[in-house]
């Protein structure tokens, strides 16, 4: 019964260089949920996905960030040319169907991102 | 847009002190409510929730009430233990728009409890 996983737990990276994160959702369950928290703010959502799908990516900055959610394999969110304004805890989400359809999001215990 | 704004941090207290951490919110429609709660080097648990005006959601002695008049869902505990400290995270999700999967977030409420 392992929760959600993610990976790395803390990332340090230069200004100019790539992070990606992982997120393996609980067993059985298709819809991955990513939020970000910023210092000093709330959670604020990012995407969401299903399998192979983006469904909703209101929440993305528009440039240097993408998500996939691929057939096999974890969900990756690729943040590219990092800077400082990245860095932040990252925290995904999964649920077995249409969370707000009943179904609760469990969430992992975040990446910490650090951009130096 | 939706907002969540719950009461400053860090909160500390005694073992089997009341607590009371206090949430309200804006949102479109007829929100759901819940409260998280993030235990150190965890992820972040669902603690409670409550759908509809009035509901009263309840988990591991915790409760807190949907009040639709005042716009609130303040958390409450009778008498914390050690181990209820953490950070708590009231959020909603607004079902107008069709995308009622997304949480919003307050910033979190440090509690910590000593013996």
């Known amino acids: 019964n392992a929760g959600v996983m993610q990976n790395p737990r803390h990332l340090v990276r230069r200004r100019g260089q790539e992070a990606r994160l992982r997120c393996s959702p609980m067993?059985?369950?298709?819809?991955v949920y990513w939020y970000r928290q910023l210092p000093e703010e709330g959670l604020k959502f990012m995407v969401y996905?299903?399998?192979?799908?983006?469904?909703?990516e209101s929440g993305m900055p528009k440039e240097r960030f993408s998500a996939e959610f691929p057939k096999e394999g974890p969900s990756i969110l690729r943040i590219q040319q990092v800077v400082r304004g990245d860095s932040a805890a990252y925290f995904c989400?999964?649920?077995?169907?249409?969370?707000?359809?009943?179904?609760?999001?469990?969430f992992g215990p975040g990446t910490r991102l650090l951009v130096l | 847009g939706d907002s969540v704004t719950q009461m400053e941090g860090p909160v500390t207290l005694s073992e089997e002190a009341f607590l009371t951490i206090n949430c309200t919110y804006t949102?479109?429609?007829?929100?759901?409510l819940f409260w998280y709660v993030q235990y150190p080097g965890e992820g972040l648990q669902l603690l409670l929730k409550?759908?509809?005006?009035?509901d009263k959601g309840s988990n591991k002695g915790f409760e807190a009430t949907y009040r639709k008049e005042t716009t609130s869902f303040h958390l409450e505990k009778g008498s914390v233990q050690v181990s209820d400290s953490a950070v708590y995270f009231c959020?909603?999700?607004?079902?107008?728009?069709?995308?009622?999967?997304?949480?919003?977030f307050g910033k979190g409420t440090l509690l910590t409890v000593n013996p």
């Open positions: 989400a999964s649920s077995r169907g249409l969370a707000g359809d009943g179904e609760t999001q469990y």
């Open positions: 067993k059985g369950h298709s819809h």
């Open positions: 996905l299903q399998k192979e799908n983006i469904i909703d």
């Open positions: 949102a479109t429609g007829y929100p759901s």
């Open positions: 409550a759908t509809k005006a009035d």
């Open positions: 959020a909603l999700t607004s079902n107008s728009g069709g995308s009622n999967y997304k949480l919003t």
